[in-house]
């Protein structure tokens, strides 16, 4: 399989689907403004020439994937600095964070709905409210696992970093799974942490190919972010273009394999079937 391929195809099927862009747009310039209303500071980015990156996007997209220091509302940690509305453990906190996984969850849900779909039947609005909402809890437990390191962090550092190493990079594919496997939430997890398993080698050349992908976007990116708001606004675009695009292309090489793993174990049964030889039992 040639990943550059199967990236390049799916450009005309997020041409189809091109709204769905606006979200992570939205959501990044929304929270850039919040952040400098609240907290009285303009944010200006570091300058970089070249950033070489190794991964995936997240899904949404962010432009907070290629700039680092991009500020985040509800929380972020630098070095050995807390930033954000959330910066200790407590009730309140607790409770707000809750309530922004709530928002983001059924986003998340609704966003990779639409690029699962896009290219294979004609998606609307309101196919994002409906699938949005159809696994909708299945995400917001994907997205709770996703903040433990947060508040591991808070407790201590090396917990957090040791949680996100072990336990939460083997769930890249889980969200892949939730809108392609029609199963249960326990069988997305399992499809999909064996699907990185299985795939070891697959999923290293995509974290390759698309980290460089991007890296190269960020070429541009970086000095439209030094020019100010609009800079900013037009780099998360190109950010929430290219991101969609790539999801996109791991979604469909997932779909696909998947799908061929699928075949080949349905297959066994009409084997088993066909020949004379009574099974064996113990």
């Not at 009730?91 to 809750?98: D, Q």
């Not at 709905?113 to 309101?126: D, E, M, N």
């Not at 609009?230 to 695009?245: C, E, N």
């Not at 394999?257 to 075949?263: D, P, Q, V």
Request: aromatic share 14%; net charge positive.
């Amino acid at each position: 399989m040639a990943i550059t391929e199967k990236l390049m195809e799916q450009f005309k099927a997020i041409h189809k689907v091109i709204w769905i862009i606006l979200l992570p747009v939205i959501l990044d310039i929304g929270e850039l403004s919040l952040f400098e209303r609240i907290f009285k500071c303009k944010y200006e980015p570091v300058a970089k020439l070249f950033n070489l990156k190794i991964g995936f996007i997240s899904a949404p997209p962010s432009i907070r994937y290629m700039l680092e220091d991009f500020p985040s509302l509800i929380y972020q940690y630098n070095s050995s600095a807390f930033r954000g509305v959330i910066n200790q453990i407590d009730l309140t906190n607790l409770l707000l964070l809750l309530s922004v996984l709530l928002v983001t969850s059924f986003l998340d849900s609704g966003y990779l709905a639409v690029i699962s779909q896009a290219g294979h039947k004609r998606v609307t609005f309101k196919d994002f409210l409906r699938d949005g909402n159809k696994s909708w809890f299945k995400f917001f437990i994907l997205s709770l696992l996703g903040v433990v390191p947060i508040l591991l962090v808070l407790i201590n550092k090396e917990l957090g970093y040791g949680y996100f190493g072990l336990v939460f990079l083997p769930l890249v594919y889980v969200k892949y799974s939730m809108v392609v496997d029609d199963v249960s939430l326990i069988d997305n997890f399992k499809l999909g942490i064996s699907f990185l398993f299985e795939n070891l080698r697959l999923t290293i050349k995509m974290a390759f190919s698309f980290g460089i992908c991007f890296s190269l976007v960020g070429i541009c990116i970086y000095p439209l972010a030094t020019l100010g708001f609009q800079g900013i606004v037009l780099g998360a675009i190109i950010t929430a273009y290219f991101g969609a695009v790539i999801n996109k292309a791991v979604l469909e090489i997932y779909r696909e394999i998947s799908g061929k793993r699928s075949e080949t174990i349905k297959s066994f049964p009409a084997d088993t079937e066909n020949t004379n030889e009574a099974p064996i039992r113990i």
